[in-house]
């Protein structure tokens, strides 16, 4: 793997430096472009005052005013400086923007499924998101076979009451993705039945899977 020294020393006229050959045709267009004359042209002052308020911006900085005059003579030290300057930038700007555009860790909660005497080989977990949408449910199941022909599995929550809300129904694993419309806090236990389409929407009681719903985050 080529290294960020082997990088810099290439882009600077090291040749010799070892780099991988994947590397070496992006680095070679990258030495054409800083060997073009009007890279280094002195920019309007406007451009330049325009460029370090959207960098100052970015990193929370406050840059002082560009000078006005500049030397055009290529620096290789003010190159790295710069393609550091802008990768930092650049980082700062994603990790900002995914820090707002997250707020806060998302409410989540994780469920344990142990498999009963109708599928003694199963098991199976979940990880349920609460969303603006409602709460998404991933279910990640081993050891229940395929079901077709009208036949498939069911996946519920249910409260203290006995009450069950469908969650989404499935013909097989192992990632499933199912969506439900109340909250686990209120329902806390998650199961899986075996259902038969033509028949009663309400579960078929044949429980494949079972476990509660752990509210601890």
């Known amino acids: 793997m080529t290294s960020d020294d082997d990088w810099i020393a290439y882009l600077a006229g090291d040749t010799a430096r070892s780099v991988d050959p994947g590397d070496r045709a992006e680095l ?22 325009r460029v370090l308020a959207a960098v100052a911006v970015a990193s929370g900085a406050h840059p002082s005013p560009a000078p006005r005059a500049r030397s055009r003579r290529f620096r290789p030290g003010l190159v790295y400086t710069a393609f550091a300057v802008a990768a930092a930038v650049v980082v700062a700007v994603i990790v900002g923007v ?7 860790s ?40 395929r079901r077709d022909d009208g036949r498939y599995y069911e996946a519920w929550l249910k409260n203290a009451a006995g009450i069950l809300v469908p969650i989404g129904t499935f013909n097989q694993g192992p990632s499933v993705s199912l969506w439900g419309g109340v909250p686990p806090t209120s329902f806390p236990a998650l ?23 752990d509210l601890r985050r």
């Open 98 to 104: 995914a820090v707002r555009g997250t707020g806060v």
């Open 106 to 145: 998302p409410t989540q909660f994780r469920a344990a499924l142990a498999a009963t005497n109708l599928a003694p080989g199963a098991s199976g977990s979940a990880t349920l998101t609460k969303t603006t949408a409602g709460w998404r449910i991933e279910l990640q199941i081993s050891g229940l076979p």
């Open 28 to 49: 070679d267009r990258l030495r054409a472009l800083l060997a073009e004359s009007a890279a280094w042209e002195k920019p309007a002052p406007a451009l330049e005052n």
């Open 191 to 213: 199961t899986v039945t075996e259902q038969q389409a033509g028949r009663s929407q309400a579960s078929s009681g044949k429980r494949v899977l079972t476990g509660p719903v």
